[in-house]
């Protein structure tokens, strides 16, 4: 791409060491790209190009936004430096009841706010070095004014609901608003839904990785509020503790207005908005995957996945203390199956 059009530079991305191909990238209408998400064949990322998924939400800068979001309170994270990483409330109140008795402590990376937009607004502007980094993370839903429903619901549905149906999903979850400021990370993680990630403005670098390399990303245990995420802080890996980090190979794209990337479910992904890029907006489409019409075989990847973490819970409610899991799991396997 002749550099004048080029709206990013590869300075503003974050420097790790992780081996990137780059994700293919299709206009809409091209066969292409249903036959890259077609679960029996591939299912892998791809890119939408000019589709208009959220076309109605071109308009949507930060002044429309703080004229027409009404006045409901949102959910916004603060963080002491640029990472963002999630965690399960649900675990957390485990934990601190005791549930996996004493010796688990968790400590919140991030605190979780409830802020009328103006506010976060004004934060957002008013930041500068050594100030908590913001990030608002919001299921849009009826708390918002009438306008911004009405280009909610003047998003293309068809489109969404093409892929939904030729792709055999279950039902739409959420839909969550994400305004980011610039450099955010959402470190790596995977969800166990589809998503069809659009972006409405600004710029942000995602980091792919199928669900076979759960050996190279290490998952949290499932018990633990960071479930899902991957324990490699990507900043400064451990390759002591993480040694097959060094195998993962990956995928990546930068993402700008108009574009929406399909996540598969149970793909890692690793998210950035650009530094020095401004702020970010992203609205993303979550779907339940569909029924397993009938299990076949070979089993994929991702099912493979949903049944080590079904054996990680059964053995976690049967057995209590954490520290019991790895050990008869050990037993169980060293000098068996080879
Ligand atoms: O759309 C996705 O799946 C993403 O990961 C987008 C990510 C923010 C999501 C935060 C989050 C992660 C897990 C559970 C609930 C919320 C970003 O864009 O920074
Ligand atoms: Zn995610």
């Known amino acids: ?9 590869p300075s503003q991305l974050r420097k790790y060491d992780i081996s990137l191909e780059q994700i293919p990238r299709y206009d809409y209408c091209d066969p292409r790209v249903d036959e890259i998400m077609d679960e029996n064949v591939r299912q892998k990322p791809v890119i939408i190009q000019n589709s208009n998924v ?3 939400a071109k308009k949507w800068n930060l002044d429309y936004l703080e004229k027409y979001m009404g006045n409901g309170d949102y959910t916004v994270f603060l963080s002491r430096n640029h990472k963002f990483k999630y965690y399960d409330d649900k675990k957390v109140a485990k934990i601190n009841n005791g549930d996996m008795g004493k010796n688990v402590e968790f400590t919140q990376p991030t ?4 802020m009328k937009l103006p506010e976060f607004l004004k934060r957002l502007k008013e930041w500068k070095r050594g100030d908590d980094r913001l990030y608002l993370q919001q299921g849009l839903n009826n708390t918002v004014g ?3 429903v009405r280009d909610f619901l003047n998003f293309d549905w068809d489109f969404c609901n093409g892929k939904q149906t030729k792709h055999n999903w279950g039902p739409l979850t959420y839909n969550l608003l994400l305004i980011a400021m610039e450099g955010n990370v959402t470190p790596c993680h995977y969800d166990e839904q589809q998503n069809l990630f659009a972006q409405i403005y600004g710029y942000k670098r995602c980091i792919l990785f199928p669900p076979s390399q759960f050996e190279c990303l290490y998952p949290y ?3 633990h509020p960071h479930d899902r995420q ?4 990507f900043d400064r890996p451990d390759y002591s503790k993480f040694p097959k980090f060094k195998e993962a190979k990956g995928y ?5 207005p108009g574009d929406v990337l399909y996540i598969p479910i149970y793909w890692w992904h690793h998210i950035e908005s650009l530094m020095r890029g401004g702020h970010t907006i992203t609205v993303n489409f979550w779907y339940k995957d569909g ?4 299990i076949s075989y070979p089993l994929k990847d991702y099912q493979k996945v949903a049944i080590m973490r079904n054996i990680e819970k059964m053995l976690q409610d049967v057995l209590k203390d954490p520290r019991e899991v790895g050990p008869l799991l050990r037993t169980m396997v060293l000098g068996r199956f080879t």
Do not use: F, L, R, T
Request: hydrophobic share 35%.
């Open 1 to 9: 791409m002749s550099n004048e059009k080029k709206q990013w530079d």
């Open 54 to 56: 959220v076309a109605s």
């Open 111 to 114: 605190k979780k706010v409830d």
């Open 146 to 148: 009438p306008e911004i």
């Open 221 to 223: 245990p499932v018990y």
């Open 230 to 233: 991957s324990m490699v802080d």
């Open 252 to 256: 990546e794209a930068v993402i700008g």
């Open 291 to 294: 029924p397993n019409s009938s």
